[in-house]
């Protein structure tokens, strides 16, 4: 039985290009399924392996297509995370708290440019995770070819998403409730009050892990996210030592 859903699940995720509602409605209808191999590793909701750490979410993923290795997230992870177009100083940051914690955490994030890019590059000599919105064949952003390469070759790379998914606008809100449920704790470096960090933060409060922010200064009015956050309870980073107690 198990193989006959996991085998449909696989068939619906094609047929639908990962989106979870659509294949949910699939299962739901028992819709046709056309038996297939499919070229890339993958571990659907019904297999064994399935990590538990995503059954606690409201929208679990169905199945999840990785490369790289997949027993990363069986070990505690570090999300750290934050602004695309980022500031100098929030990449400094983000090298200083990433190379404070990578000996003893995965270090989780998105692999989007700015913030989430520094994270993977600088945990490359340990282990980190990276969660996509497109097929595992897009590199998006281009620019991060090389962290691809490295990432799904010595480390590990996932996506709800098959092969040849374009990176869609709303793939991104929703694969962020993946880095939240794969961390035991989540650090933001520097984020806007109305973004897509703000949104995985949301996601981690629901799941009760707990939120730690670098705050930002008094005069850059363009992030104000930690600071909002720190003021209404997020844990605040002011130097390094305070890293140790994660």
């Not at 520094?118 to 991060?144: V, W």
């Not at 799941?207 to 930690?226: I, M, N, R």
Request: net charge positive.
């Amino acid at each position: 039985m198990n193989e006959r859903l996991r085998e449909a699940i696989l068939w619906y995720a094609l047929e639908s290009q990962g989106e979870w509602q659509q294949i949910a409605l699939r299962i739901k209808n028992k819709a046709p399924v056309q038996r297939i191999r499919y070229p890339g590793s993958f571990v659907t909701i019904v297999d064994p392996e399935y990590p538990s750490c995503f059954r606690q979410l409201r929208y679990p993923p169905w199945i999840l297509f990785y490369e790289g290795d997949f027993s990363y997230l069986q070990k505690r992870g570090i999300a750290i995370i934050g602004s695309r177009n980022c500031t100098s100083s929030a990449l400094n940051n983000t090298k200083i708290i990433t190379d404070r914690l990578k000996k003893r955490y995965v270090i989780v994030s998105g692999l989007a440019k700015g913030i989430d890019s520094m994270a993977h590059r600088c945990s490359l000599d340990q282990k980190t995770i990276g969660f996509i919105g497109c097929g595992l064949d897009r590199i998006y952003p281009k620019e991060n070819a090389f962290l691809y390469q490295e990432m799904s070759r010595r480390h590990l790379i996932l996506s709800e998403y098959p092969m040849h998914t374009k990176p869609l606008a709303h793939h991104f809100p929703w694969r962020n409730r993946l880095i939240a449920a794969s961390c035991d704790a989540l650090i933001v470096i520097q984020a806007k009050c109305k973004s897509g960090t703000m949104h995985t933060v949301n996601e981690c409060l629901e799941l009760s892990k707990p939120v730690y922010c670098v705050p930002s200064a008094f005069e850059d009015k363009e992030h104000t996210g930690c600071n909002w956050l720190i003021q209404n309870g997020a844990y605040i980073i002011v130097e390094e030592s305070d890293l140790d107690e994660l």
